[in-house]
Each structure stands twice: as structure tokens, then as C-alpha cells.
């Protein structure tokens, strides 16, 4: 028994109680569908017409007094972009490609690998502050870059060789990382990139 109207595009839900082979009890079972239009013969043909559906169905332990079965759609639906986190990660960082006999071994890879993720995913959201970047795309555009790292009176300076709008993005995405991290460590002090155009010099401290 469908809930909700039959329009097309908006969702109607029901739910089951299913029990399939190999399973210790039976298990709550949403089922949304959607109205994609009709298809069949012409318009005086009804009877060959039929209505075409998009279906999707979901296996959850949430009870009904918990979630509603609408709602159980809605969150697979707004964690569902966390999926294509875990592809990059398998994918594009080798997170599916390394297991040692010891779980503290594969544990601290693990670990490892995440923090270098996290680590280069801020330095790309400071780049790109509007969208998401995956690792294929941001490699190629900052590991690629001709840059030497110089040392003089305690300081080390990295001269990069960019100009026109990859100096623009570099330096509005150089001042981004100053004004966060003046907010998080305010004792720290910082220099200004020199704003030159055929060259970039910022100041590590």
C-alpha cells in the first residue's frame, strides 16, 4: 500500500517485513518509488499504457517510531554524497590496496593515510573554497608546479614560478590560510606574499 500521491517525481514510500535465506530474523524494509511519466502506445491506447517508475529500497534497523519511512530515504539520501569520499579514498589513495598480518600495522597506515587526506584536502578547500576537489584533478594542478625552497637568516622563503590567474588563486588562497590561521593561533605572526607578478615568495615561518 503506496503512501502519497502518484504525481510525477514525488516520492511514495511502503514498507515490509522481509526475511531472506541466511538471515536470523526478519528486517524492516523501506520501498520508495517515483513517477517517471507513462510509456507504452498512443494516447488512445490505453490499454498497452503503463507508468514508469524509479524504485529504490532500504534495509534499516531504525524503528518506525524512530523514523518514518520517508525519512529513512532522506538521510540514506543526505549521507549519500559520503560515498564519494570512500571512492576517492579506495581509488585515488590507495585506502583498499594495503593490509599487513598485524592490525596495529595496518591501523597506523590507515591513520596515516587519513591525515595526509584531511591535511591536503584543506590546503585545496583554501584554493578552491566553493567546491570539493578529488585528488586526480588537485594533483595534477599543484604537484606539478616549478617552486625552490631557499634559506637565509632563520627564515626559508618558497619561490614558486606561476603567474597570471594561477598567481591570483595561489595568493587569495595564501591569504585565506593567514586570516585562519591568525584566528586559531593569534600568537603566531605571519609575512604577506610579495605581490610580484611573474614570481611568488612566501615567507614560512
Known amino acids: 500500500q503506496w503512501q502519497g500521491c502518484q504525481l510525477p517525481g514525488v516520492l511514495q514510500t511502503a514498507e515490509i517485513q522481509l526475511q531472506l535465506h541466511g538471515w536470523s530474523r526478519s528486517r524492516r524494509v523501506v520501498v520508495g518509488r517515483r513517477l517517471l511519466g507513462d510509456v507504452g502506445g498512443p494516447e488512445q491506447s490505453e490499454f498497452w499504457r503503463c507508468a514508469k517508475y524509479e524504485y529504490e529500497a532500504y534495509v534499516t534497523t531504525l524503528p518506525a517510531d524512530q523514523a518514518l519511512s520517508w525519512q529513512v530515504i532522506e538521510l540514506y539520501r543526505a549521507r549519500a554524497d559520503c560515498e564519494n569520499v570512500f571512492d576517492e579514498l579506495k581509488n585515488q589513495w590507495g585506502f583498499s590496496g594495503f593490509c599487513s598480518r598485524y ?38 594542478w599543484f604537484l606539478m608546479l616549478s617552486a625552490r625552497l631557499t634559506r637565509g637568516g632563520r627564515q626559508r622563503t618558497w619561490k614558486m614560478a606561476v603567474g597570471g590567474e594561477w598567481w591570483a588563486n595561489l595568493k587569495a588562497g595564501y591569504e585565506r590560510l593567514l586570516h585562519c590561521l591568525s584566528l586559531t593561533a593569534p600568537q603566531l605572526a605571519f609575512s604577506r606574499t610579495n605581490t610580484q607578478n611573474s614570481h611568488a615568495h612566501i615567507l614560512l615561518i
Open 103 to 140: 592490525s596495529n600495522v595496518t591501523e597506523t597506515a590507515a591513520r596515516l593515510l587519513l591525515v595526509a587526506y584531511n591535511l591536503w584536502n584543506l590546503f585545496l578547500r583554501l584554493l578552491e573554497p566553493s567546491r570539493h576537489v578529488e585528488a586526480r584533478h588537485g594533483r595534477r
